[in-house]
């Protein structure tokens, strides 16, 4: 995953001055159509939304094979990537200890 396709959403679908995704879709594919309610977590189209409480509005995350995921969290304007070389790493890494990362990292100023 690259990091402008997150930035690209982040921005509700703009690059630089276009409009590339409809703004609609974006809020359609990123909002919860169906729950994980052991880990608080819902999920639309390919991408899974976080608890509101804890993260803010509209955050959510896309996750790969093996630990590649994107994260975004739009209240702290934040797009976190990580890809993992499965041949150093071959259990991948899991997405819990990901998120845990980007919520130290978004947390960590007022």
Request: proline letters at 5%.
């Amino acid at each position: 995953m690259l990091p402008g396709f997150g930035q690209l959403f982040l921005n509700d679908g703009v690059w630089g001055n276009t409009q590339v995704v409809p703004a609609s879709w974006v809020r359609e594919s990123t909002a919860a159509y169906s729950s994980a309610k052991r880990i608080r977590q819902g999920y639309g189209y390919l991408w899974w939304t976080l608890p509101e409480d804890i993260w803010g509005k509209r955050a959510f995350y896309a996750s790969g094979y093996g630990g590649q995921i994107i994260a975004l969290v739009p209240t702290r304007w934040l797009v976190v990537v990580q890809t993992v070389d499965l041949r150093q790493n071959p259990k991948g890494i899991r997405t819990s200890a990901f998120l845990d990362l980007v919520k130290e990292i978004a947390f960590a100023s007022p």
